[in-house]
């Protein structure tokens, strides 16, 4: 969506029925406003002006509703709007009251009308803001907007303001109508779904704009993925949430869906899968439209797919929406973690409506029973309900040749439109009809069965074709369709780039790596463009780094031809464009492409991730990507090997898991002959491979303990010839961490003399009482409280120092007792204690509670979970990847040191994450803060997404065992305190008091 939400603001005029207001631009040259602010009358004109131009254009009208009061209006595109992009719908879904987001509407009200002269005013802007509540006004049929800030004396200066475009988080989600007057602060606001349902609308606004409108939940937006800006490119036409195409076949299980959604339970999840181009995102497209389209009084779904880079993850938001929710997540045997934290949300505090959840995923024998389960102990719906999607149900009985012709009559449909909504330019053609002349489709009814992807791919082909001589020229449709492609992005480019300076393939290459590596945020889309530049040109020695202000144009040229639909910093190409485009570049680049950008600097952790991810799934269909990416892995085993064994296990199949583990052993196994491989690297590499797979030959059910923990430390751990030479991780029913981690030689020295001194104080006091006690009066039975004094207080040691206990009326009352015994013992020398010195009742039991504390963490510091501070520099093989020829510099040896003790925290607990789950420790390719002090000492807070600003404003995180108990516990960091590099433990966050809870939770 172009253009900002002020800039949307209109001002409409018809002098001649002496009327004035606002409207709210839709697209270029189509303005939405109250029909009693144009009074259009019977000539149908009104004057129309935006926020850049200084003049009135005049303006018809399109449609018009006396009964809704709304009129649609067309002016000049080029006069009005130019270069705004389509809006987009939505209504409000949400009912939690402390989680409303944000409404605003600009308008002209009177109060604003200015003199700037004597015999000139002018009508001013103004921004007003509020909060609405879903079910107020809803009898009425009207939001109810609740003004934030000022507000005019007088009722009437809101003239003006009627026709205004209300908006929620960019979402266009009604029209300002009226001010109640019986409330100061309260506008009236037509909700869109009310003109949707008007009889012409939403066809008039297709035709203006080659998009039919089609709600989506704007309160809910920061959490999905939103449906694509309509362009003249392969990718959109292709992608099926632009709905081009009918959908066709699996009316059976559209049903089933249909049925699963409507079942009493308040919350589910099911698994759709089918081979890639089944229809799968299509199928739940439609299901969705279905749903939140019902006829009469039955209540509306709404819903839309998961983003996988929400702008917040907040999905308790989803827990108390006032509509039935239908969410799917796309691809999800790579986006497990995100799907527990959904679920866990979900089966929590639960009062709103239904929720249910799909996951689109191409299998589900490896990932799903483990999921399953886990989603089983939460209570988490029925979980019984599973939906495959085969190729020949998407047929549905119909003839490759039927959908190739229905195929090829949408797709010249909606060029067409596209092309009248101003889309493209004055090099398209004008020749874009439905019954272009077979190339590609020639004897299609004899063609194999296919996925209906590939039907749809050759009718679009033939389109493109009949309307670019050029493209005919192509054999392969699919040729056809990237070379359509590589002309969208090369337009986009001529408009962003100094003139002749655009490379088309360079832009392919860019648009790949855009493609394999994304980018959450601008770091990363300047790390992405960085590399895929690098990589292109590779080979001509060492240059002067690129110019950032071209890098920074390449970057502004990507995210315009694909801009984000969540909160990334961009999109991407879509599949299976995408994955043939790779293909070309692969093969352009003499099978170089993939192995370089992997191993790239400029790349994070979480982009190779996700390029080898891309990969993997690409080379199902196409295998001979994956020797590039394999031979990267074997290059750098330490780096690339864990994230490579958590892309297979998690998100391939059993067969193609097999393959690529089979690939990367040899590719491994032929980098480790090379005379500088290191051996002992190549060792622990082959290692994990093999159990590896042995997971996924002999048990798919445990991988979740393989994926859930870092490969590198696994992997470190078949070196150690002792395993128990090390600690372990701390066991998933801790509760409390005790104390840090790690500790310095001087405080290991003082508190274990502490320990040592109260060991010889527990055994000379009874032995005191014993020497001065007569035989005769039984003294001899003091010698016995000698060792079990002893005993006692060593027991306490080892056990509260070796593990941690969560019972508390045991944690109580042994060292309690403990105490009370030695006091006892204490006591029975109080004829023979100093008169001056304070009564042995009060001094014993300090001195005792005192140094069984000193000596239960001196046993925690030798035997239990602290270690020792390392003075060596060498880091557990994997944590670190450092380049050849650096090791011997001292800021490398600093920098080894510094993740040695990082490896370290790497063994702590998250903060949030379910100890009983499948993920309590932290992930290699994330990033972490420690927390200090405070209830949550000794836990790790998960800060992957937070930018610099949030770390350093700190955080307040939920807990019970805080001052207030369900309150909150601030933490923050020391201002000049270093960050170590990401991922992993980068810095640390301090306790700095608690808050109660607030009163709205």
Same mark, same amino acid.
């Given at each position: 969506?172009?253009?900002?939400?002020?800039?949307?603001?209109?001002?409409?005029?018809?002098?001649?029925?002496?009327?004035?207001?606002?409207?709210?631009?839709?697209?270029?040259?189509?303005?939405?406003?109250?029909?009693?602010?144009?009074?259009?009358?019977?000539?149908?004109?009104?004057?129309?002006?935006?926020?850049?131009?200084?003049?009135?254009?005049?303006?018809?009208?399109?449609?018009?509703?006396?009964?809704?009061?709304?009129?649609?209006?067309?002016?000049?595109?080029?006069?009005?709007?130019?270069?705004?992009?389509?809006?987009?719908?939505?209504?409000?879904?949400?009912?939690?009251?402390?989680?409303?987001?944000?409404?605003?509407?600009?308008?002209?009200?009177?109060?604003?009308?200015?003199?700037?002269?004597?015999?000139?005013?002018?009508?001013?802007?103004?921004?007003?803001?509020?909060?609405?509540?879903? $079910?107020? +006004?809803?009898?009425?049929?009207?939001?109810?907007?609740?003004?934030? =800030?000022?507000?005019?004396?007088?009722?009437?200066?809101?003239?003006?303001?009627?026709?205004?475009?209300?908006?929620?988080?960019?979402?266009?989600?009604?029209?300002?109508?009226?001010?109640?007057?019986?409330?100061?602060?309260?506008?009236?606001?037509?909700?869109?779904?009310?003109?949707?349902?008007?009889? +012409?609308?939403?066809?008039?606004?297709?035709?203006?704009?080659?998009?039919?409108?089609?709600?989506?939940?704007?309160?809910?937006?920061?959490?999905?993925?939103?449906?694509?800006?309509?362009?003249?490119?392969?990718?959109?036409?292709?992608? %099926?949430?632009?709905?081009?195409?009918?959908?066709?076949?699996?009316?059976?299980?559209?049903?089933?869906?249909?049925?699963?959604?409507?079942?009493?339970?308040?919350?589910?999840?099911?698994?759709?899968?089918?081979?890639?181009?089944?229809?799968?995102?299509?199928?739940?497209?439609?299901?969705?439209?279905?749903?939140?389209?019902?006829?009469?009084?039955?209540?509306?779904?709404?819903?839309?797919?998961?983003?996988?880079?929400?702008?917040?993850?907040?999905?308790?938001?989803?827990?108390?929406?006032?509509?039935?929710?239908?969410?799917?997540?796309?691809?999800?045997?790579?986006?497990?973690?995100?799907?527990?934290?959904?679920?866990?949300?979900?089966?929590?505090?639960?009062?709103?409506?239904?929720?249910?959840?799909?996951?689109?995923?191409?299998?589900?024998?490896?990932?799903?029973?483990?999921?399953?389960?886990?989603?089983?102990?939460?209570?988490?719906?029925?979980?019984?309900?599973?939906?495959?999607?085969? %190729?020949?149900?998407?047929?549905?009985?119909?003839?490759?040749?039927?959908?190739?012709?229905?195929?090829? =009559?949408?797709?010249?449909?909606?060029?067409?439109?596209?092309?009248?909504?101003?889309?493209?330019?004055?090099?398209?053609?004008?020749?874009?009809?439905?019954?272009?002349?077979?190339?590609?489709?020639? +004897?299609?009814?004899?063609?194999?069965?296919?996925?209906?992807?590939?039907?749809?791919?050759?009718?679009?082909?033939?389109?493109?074709?009949?309307? !670019?001589?050029?493209?005919?020229?192509?054999?392969?449709?699919?040729?056809?369709?990237?070379?359509?492609?590589?002309?969208?992005?090369?337009?986009?480019?001529?408009?962003?780039?100094?003139?002749?300076?655009?490379?088309?393939?360079?832009? /392919?290459?860019?648009?790949?790596?855009?493609?394999?590596?994304?980018?959450?945020?601008?770091?990363?889309?300047?790390?992405?463009?960085?590399?895929?530049?690098?990589?292109?040109?590779?080979?001509?020695?060492?240059?002067?780094?690129?110019?950032?202000?071209?890098?920074?144009?390449?970057?502004?040229?990507?995210?315009?031809?694909?801009?984000?639909?969540?909160?990334?910093?961009?999109?991407?190409?879509?599949?299976?464009?995408?994955?043939?485009?790779?293909?070309?570049?692969?093969?352009?680049?003499?099978?170089?492409?993939?192995?370089?950008?992997?191993?790239? !600097?400029?790349?994070? @952790?979480?982009?190779? $991730?996700? @390029?080898?991810?891309?990969?993997?799934?690409?080379?199902?269909?196409?295998?001979?990507?994956?020797?590039?990416?394999?031979?990267?892995?074997?290059?750098? %085993?330490?780096?690339?090997?864990?994230?490579?064994?958590?892309?297979?296990?998690?998100?391939?199949?059993?067969?193609?898991?097999?393959?690529?583990?089979?690939?990367?052993?040899?590719?491994?196994?032929?980098? #480790?002959?090379?005379?500088?491989?290191?051996?002992?690297?190549? /060792?622990?590499?082959?290692?994990?491979?093999?159990?590896?797979?042995?997971?996924?030959?002999?048990?798919?059910?445990?991988?979740?303990?393989?994926?859930?923990?870092?490969?590198?430390?696994?992997?470190?751990?078949?070196?150690?010839?002792?395993?128990?030479?090390?600690?372990?991780?701390?066991?998933?029913?801790?509760?409390?961490?005790?104390?840090?981690?790690? @500790?310095?030689?001087?405080?290991?020295?003082?508190?274990?003399?502490?320990?040592?001194?109260?060991?010889?104080?527990?055994?000379?006091?009874?032995?005191?009482?014993?020497?001065?006690?007569?035989?005769?009066?039984?003294?001899?039975?003091?010698?016995?409280?000698?060792?079990?004094?002893?005993?006692?207080?060593?027991?306490?040691?080892?056990?509260?120092?070796?593990?941690?206990?969560?019972?508390?009326?045991?944690?109580?009352?042994?060292?309690?007792?403990?105490?009370?015994?030695?006091?006892?013992?204490?006591?029975?020398?109080?004829?023979?204690?100093?008169?001056?010195?304070?009564?042995?009742?009060?001094?014993?039991?300090?001195?005792? #509670?005192?140094?069984?504390?000193?000596?239960?963490?001196?046993?925690?510091?030798?035997?239990?979970?602290?270690?020792?501070?390392?003075?060596?520099?060498?880091?557990?093989? +994997?944590?670190? /990847?450092?380049? %050849? =020829?650096?090791?011997?510099?001292?800021?490398?040896?600093?920098?080894?040191?510094?993740?040695?003790?990082?490896?370290?925290?790497?063994?702590?607990?998250?903060?949030?994450?379910?100890?009983?789950?499948?993920?309590?420790?932290?992930?290699?390719?994330?990033?972490? #803060?420690?927390?200090?002090?405070?209830?949550?000492?000794?836990?790790?807070?998960?800060?992957?997404?937070?930018?610099?600003?949030?770390?350093?404003?700190?955080? #307040?995180?939920?807990?019970?065992?805080?001052?207030?108990?369900?309150?909150?516990?601030?933490?923050?960091?020391?201002?000049?305190?270093?960050?170590?590099?990401?991922?992993?433990?980068?810095?640390?966050?301090?306790?700095?008091?608690?808050?109660?809870?607030?009163?709205?939770?």
């Amino acid at each position: 969506m172009g253009g900002g939400v002020d800039l949307r603001t209109v001002e409409v005029s018809n002098q001649h029925q002496d009327s004035y207001g606002t409207g709210v631009l839709i697209a270029p040259g189509l303005v939405l406003t109250a029909q009693h602010v144009a009074c259009p009358g019977q000539d149908g004109i009104a004057a129309v002006r935006d926020m850049v131009s200084s003049a009135f254009t005049e303006a018809t009208v399109v449609w018009a509703s006396p009964e809704l009061d709304a009129v649609l209006l067309r002016a000049d595109r080029s006069r009005v709007g130019a270069g705004m992009g389509i809006v987009r719908w939505g209504e409000l879904v949400g009912g939690a009251p402390g989680r409303r987001p944000v409404c605003s509407m600009t308008g002209f009200p009177k109060a604003m009308r200015r003199r700037i002269s004597a015999h000139r005013d002018v009508d001013d802007l103004k921004t007003v803001e509020g909060t609405i509540a879903p $079910h107020t +006004g809803s009898r009425s049929k009207l939001y109810a907007l609740e003004v934030d =800030g000022a507000v005019p004396r007088q009722a009437k200066n809101w003239q003006g303001l009627s026709g205004a475009g209300v908006f929620c988080n960019g979402v266009l989600i009604g029209l300002a109508r009226l001010v109640d007057r019986e409330w100061d602060r309260v506008l009236m606001v037509l909700p869109l779904s009310h003109l949707l349902d008007a009889d +012409g609308f939403t066809e008039a606004v297709a035709a203006h704009t080659g998009m039919t409108p089609r709600l989506q939940p704007a309160d809910l937006r920061p959490l999905l993925d939103n449906a694509p800006d309509p362009t003249l490119s392969s990718t959109y036409l292709l992608d %099926p949430r632009s709905r081009v195409t009918e959908l066709t076949g699996v009316g059976r299980l559209f049903q089933r869906i249909e049925q699963w959604c409507k079942s009493p339970a308040l919350v589910d999840v099911a698994p759709v899968t089918g081979l890639g181009g089944t229809g799968k995102s299509r199928l739940v497209t439609d299901v969705l439209h279905r749903l939140t389209t019902f006829p009469g009084t039955q209540r509306p779904w709404s819903g839309g797919f998961l983003a996988e880079h929400p702008t917040h993850t907040d999905y308790q938001v989803l827990a108390a929406a006032s509509y039935p929710l239908l969410l799917a997540v796309d691809l999800a045997e790579t986006r497990l973690q995100q799907i527990r934290d959904l679920m866990t949300a979900l089966a929590g505090q639960h009062d709103g409506a239904p929720v249910r959840v799909l996951l689109l995923a191409r299998g589900h024998d490896t990932w799903w029973p483990a999921l399953r389960g886990h989603l089983r102990t939460r209570n988490v719906g029925l979980l019984e309900h599973a939906f495959a999607l085969t %190729p020949d149900d998407a047929l549905g009985g119909q003839t490759p040749e039927d959908i190739y012709v229905d195929a090829k =009559g949408a797709f010249a449909r909606r060029i067409r439109l596209l092309r009248q909504a101003g889309h493209g330019d004055g090099t398209w053609p004008d020749r874009v009809v439905a019954d272009a002349p077979r190339h590609h489709g020639a +004897g299609i009814q004899h063609a194999p069965r296919q996925p209906v992807i590939y039907h749809h791919i050759a009718a679009l082909a033939d389109v493109l074709a009949h309307a !670019n001589p050029e493209f005919a020229l192509k054999d392969h449709p699919m040729e056809v369709l990237l070379a359509n492609e590589v002309e969208y992005v090369r337009r986009i480019a001529e408009a962003r780039l100094p003139h002749g300076t655009v490379d088309d393939k360079l832009l /392919r290459t860019l648009v790949t790596t855009q493609f394999l590596a994304g980018a959450r945020t601008a770091r990363d889309g300047q790390a992405a463009v960085r590399a895929g530049f690098d990589v292109h040109h590779r080979g001509y020695g060492t240059t002067a780094p690129p110019d950032a202000r071209q890098l920074a144009a390449l970057d502004d040229v990507l995210t315009a031809a694909y801009p984000a639909t969540d909160g990334s910093h961009w999109g991407a190409v879509g599949e299976p464009l995408a994955a043939a485009w790779l293909a070309e570049v692969e093969t352009d680049s003499g099978e170089e492409f993939i192995e370089t950008l992997l191993q790239h !600097n400029s790349l994070d @952790t979480e982009q190779r $991730h996700q @390029t080898l991810s891309t990969v993997a799934r690409a080379a199902q269909e196409q295998p001979r990507l994956a020797a590039g990416a394999h031979r990267a892995v074997a290059a750098d %085993p330490e780096l690339l090997l864990p994230l490579a064994a958590q892309t297979v296990t998690a998100e391939l199949g059993t067969d193609h898991a097999r393959r690529w583990l089979n690939g990367i052993e040899h590719a491994v196994a032929a980098r #480790a002959a090379a005379p500088d491989a290191d051996p002992a690297i190549y /060792r622990r590499a082959s290692r994990l491979i093999s159990e590896a797979q042995e997971r996924t030959t002999a048990d798919r059910d445990d991988l979740e303990e393989l994926i859930g923990a870092s490969l590198t430390q696994q992997a470190d751990a078949l070196d150690q010839p002792n395993p128990d030479a090390h600690p372990t991780a701390p066991t998933t029913d801790s509760q409390l961490v005790l104390v840090k981690p790690q @500790t310095g030689w001087l405080t290991r020295t003082f508190v274990t003399s502490l320990g040592l001194c109260h060991l010889v104080l527990v055994a000379a006091v009874p032995m005191a009482v014993a020497l001065t006690t007569s035989a005769k009066d039984d003294g001899w039975v003091m010698w016995f409280f000698v060792p079990i004094n002893m005993g006692i207080h060593l027991t306490v040691a080892s056990v509260f120092g070796g593990r941690q206990l969560g019972t508390i009326a045991f944690s109580w009352i042994v060292p309690l007792f403990a105490i009370a015994l030695t006091t006892l013992s204490g006591l029975m020398l109080d004829q023979r204690w100093p008169p001056d010195w304070p009564p042995p009742w009060l001094l014993c039991p300090v001195l005792f #509670a005192g140094g069984l504390t000193a000596l239960t963490f001196a046993w925690r510091i030798s035997f239990g979970q602290l270690q020792e501070m390392p003075r060596s520099p060498s880091p557990p093989a +994997g944590t670190l /990847r450092t380049p %050849p =020829g650096e090791l011997s510099s001292p800021m490398a040896a600093d920098e080894l040191a510094r993740m040695n003790r990082r490896w370290e925290l790497l063994r702590r607990r998250v903060y949030g994450a379910d100890p009983d789950g499948n993920h309590p420790f932290p992930l290699p390719w994330r990033t972490y #803060a420690a927390l200090i002090g405070g209830p949550l000492d000794g836990l790790l807070l998960d800060i992957t997404s937070w930018t610099k600003d949030e770390t350093d404003a700190g955080t #307040a995180l939920s807990t019970e065992r805080g001052r207030f108990p369900g309150g909150r516990a601030r933490y923050a960091p020391h201002p000049d305190e270093p960050r170590a590099p990401a991922p992993g433990v980068t810095c640390c966050l301090y306790y700095a008091g608690d808050i109660p809870r607030p009163a709205a939770e």
